[in-house]
């Protein structure tokens, strides 16, 4: 059973930029799928970022409301999975959770949470205006 523990949430003003991480309780375990999602405020969880290991050929993906703020980063020495978040405004404002292994898509990681077996607690990333 592998645990992912995140850590990086933070309160932050609008326009600010926060890094999250995400560890994995077994040493050096990376996963085929390493993805983040988010759930704000009276909504449902919703993928943010995804970063596809296999093949030799690493893939990312992004939502569509995170695309060209976001970053998602994988540091295979260290087995640690970032979430580099710049441009920050209030709809940012949710629980970030970390999840991997998956089953891979013709495009990727999946977007749909169910598809992932191992999740993190969640850091919180609240950005006031």
């Known amino acids: 059973q592998v645990q992912l523990v995140e850590s990086g949430g933070d309160s932050v003003q609008a326009g600010g930029s926060a890094t999250l991480t995400c560890r994995a309780s077994?040493?050096?375990?990376?996963?085929?799928?390493m993805a983040w999602f988010r759930r704000g405020p009276g909504k449902a969880r919703e993928a943010v970022a995804s970063?596809?290991?296999?093949?030799?050929?690493?893939?990312?993906l992004y939502a569509d409301s995170v695309n060209g703020r976001f970053t998602i980063l994988l540091d295979t020495t260290r087995s640690i999975l970032f979430l580099q978040m710049r441009d920050l405004g209030p709809a940012d404002t949710a629980m970030y959770y970390c999840?991997?292994?998956?089953?891979?898509?013709?495009?990727?990681?999946?977007?749909?949470?169910?598809?992932?077996?191992?999740w993190g607690q969640g850091t919180q990333v609240t950005v006031s205006s």
């Open positions: 970063f596809y290991t296999g093949g030799g050929y690493p893939r990312t």
């Open positions: 077994t040493g050096g375990y990376i996963s085929n799928c």
């Open positions: 999840a991997a292994e998956a089953i891979v898509t013709s495009s990727g990681c999946p977007t749909l949470e169910g598809s992932y077996t191992y």
